[in-house]
């Protein structure tokens, strides 16, 4: 990395807790980030990316923290700086783009206004000047419809526009270096492209330096030209992007390189960062014989569901004068699921995916057309019909959070399905059931007692597949069930998706926006576009050779990583 800094962290370490108990989460790191140059900073979820960036920044509560070592901005320790200093530093000299632009934007307030307050302040522009500076600012990060995006409030706008606004408020001022923490994880992958394609713009025309947050490798590959590699709040790592990803030397390194899906070839089971630590992983290609054999099993029975000509519309109101309006949410939708398969639905937000997953599963009532399951056409059944039939087919949803009740600890979460359905002779057997399904889904029998607020990410997820598997469905609907989780935590639940359906016989609608996850995922695959199928057909052959346009412009939007 070069000489001359614009910042230079020096031994920095980092404590949380009371004065007396405190517990350090960064350990005695040192970094710079030269002038007109993109640093990326990785790790997985707990590495210290973000706590290291707030600190930058000056905004980690001094009162239940401790900070030490030095943080020089052009030479000047921004950790000796008073709050009245960094104000003057945050948004002019340093700017930050945050993960979650629906919470970082103010929801009282017009998108317009929050750019326009940032120039008022910082730059001393009178109203209508930080207007004019605004559009401009607006136009420059290539929003669509400029004035009427101006005049909405946050909810009004997508979350790449929001993240656009995002973008447009952090470098109002022209900062000298801007910090992007994880500013792509939620959206769709072209979004993700057109996001990582401006800011390169954006730091080519204005030299700024750039520090890239995210846990994805092949994402930091695509915009950096340095890299530190993060892990448990040490820097285990840290050089060129080229060497770090042609020629990576830590051990972490290479298993968060390798923990991805690969386009290239199937891989029965994908490496997570433990197999690959301790040498375990034996890479095992699924070969095109294996994998007509296993369709051919498969595609000689009847169809276990049969979507026909399904329609979902909703009403929006239009204008205060203009009525209401029909949005096709889903459009005149057909397919089969067979029984054993991995049906993948792929395409961007708002094209009709999760709308289609509920209107399977009866949560969304059918415009028009049919779901046959098993025979039984699901659209004529009454509400207590289709109750009974739920345990069938089940749902792993995408916010394993927010899906598990914060008052009630696991056990019982995965007990009281059980006894609504039926399932288990007393509670004593399903208790019994439930530790048995803990560990079926790598978890320890004491997760039983715990709370959901004491898991992790990856670890609620696994109880949401536990709560899922419960139920004996024969049909389990995944519903961006891997898209918040870190690469190895994702890998090791896709692949523990796999074997439970090698296990137990489970037929999946696997939906996802990320394509290289899919393609790991199914036999089948159908890509979404504006509520209606775009392209059908095997995986593998769509991948290869995407007959529509849309269906390559995803496909050309997936990080590579370096070749």
């Known amino acids: 990395m070069s000489k001359t ?5 020096r031994n920095l370490k980092i404590s949380f807790g009371k004065k007396n108990s405190r517990q350090e989460v960064i350990h005695d790191i040192s970094f710079t980030v030269a002038p007109n140059r993109i ?25 239940n923290s401790e900070i030490n070592g030095q943080i020089l901005f052009e030479d000047q320790d921004l950790l000796k700086y ?48 930080a207007k004019k500076e605004t559009l401009e600012l607006f136009q420059k990060v290539r929003l669509p419809r400029v004035n009427q995006i101006f005049q909405s409030y946050p909810h009004q706008i997508s979350g790449g ?10 470098i109002a001022c022209k900062p000298k270096l801007l910090i992007a923490d994880e500013p792509t994880t939620a959206l769709d992958v072209t979004v993700q492209k057109e996001i990582i394609e401006l800011l390169k713009e954006l730091q080519k025309e204005t030299k700024m ?24 709040g040490d820097i285990v790592e840290q050089d060129t992007a080229e060497k770090v990803f042609k020629t990576p030397e830590a051990k972490y390194t290479k298993a968060l390189l390798a923990s991805r899906p690969t386009m290239e070839y199937r891989l029965k089971r994908l490496p997570t960062i433990a197999s690959l630590a301790d040498d375990s992983f034996e890479k095992e290609i699924m070969t095109h014989e294996q994998r007509a054999f296993r369709h051919k099993n498969i595609y000689t029975k009847a169809p276990l569901l049969e979507v026909r000509n399904i329609e979902k519309h909703y009403l929006s109101k239009a204008g205060l004068f203009q009525g209401k309006e029909v949005v096709k949410a889903v459009d005149d939708v057909s397919f089969r699921i067979y029984e054993g398969e991995t049906v993948g639905l792929v395409g961007e937000s708002g094209c009709g995916k ?12 059918a415009t028009a057309g049919h779901v046959i399951y098993r025979g039984t056409d699901l659209t004529e059944l009454s509400k207590t019909e289709v109750r009974k039939l739920r345990k069938e087919i089940q749902l792993i949803f995408q916010d394993p959070y927010s899906s598990l009740n914060p008052r009630i600890p696991i056990g019982k979460a995965l007990t009281e399905p059980m006894k609504v359905h039926g399932i288990g002779s007393s509670e004593r057997d399903r208790k019994k059931r439930a530790i048995e399904l803990l560990e079926k889904v790598g978890l320890t029998p004491d997760f039983f007692d715990r709370y959901p607020h004491e898991l992790s990410g ?13 139920m004996e469905p024969k049909l389990i609907i995944c519903d961006e069930s891997v898209s918040a989780l870190d690469i190895s935590v994702q890998a090791q639940v896709l692949n523990l998706l796999n074997e439970l359906k090698e296990e137990f016989g489970f037929t999946y609608l696997f939906i996802s926006h990320d394509l290289a996850v899919v393609k790991f995922m199914s036999d089948q695959l159908l890509v979404m576009n504006q509520g209606g199928i775009e392209e059908i057909g095997d995986a593998d052959e769509i991948y290869a050779n995407p007959r529509k346009e849309y269906t390559q412009k995803l496909i050309e939007a997936i990080p590579r990583g370096i070749a």
């Open 5 to 9: 800094s614009l910042l230079s962290v």
């Open 39 to 63: 640093v990326g900073i990785v790790g997985e979820s707990g590495s210290g990316k973000s706590v290291t960036s707030l600190a930058i920044m000056k905004l980690i509560p001094s009162r």
């Open 82 to 129: 008073s709050e009245k200093e960094m104000q003057r530093v945050r948004g002019k000299e340093i700017a930050m783009i945050f993960q979650e632009p629906m919470s970082a934007l103010n929801p009282s307030l017009k998108c317009g206004f929050q750019v326009m307050e940032i120039l008022m302040q910082h730059e001393g522009m009178n109203r209508s000047q």
């Open 161 to 170: 526009q929001m993240q656009r606004v995002m973008i447009a408020m952090a």
């Open 209 to 232: 330096s750039l520090i890239f947050i995210s846990h994805d490798l092949s994402l930091v590959s695509e915009i950096a030209q340095d890299v530190i590699v993060m892990y448990q």
């Open 354 to 365: 999760s709308t289609l997953g509920k209107t399977i599963l009866q949560l969304e009532k």
């Open 458 to 470: 990856g670890q609620r997820q696994r109880v949401g597949i536990a709560r899922t598997i419960a």
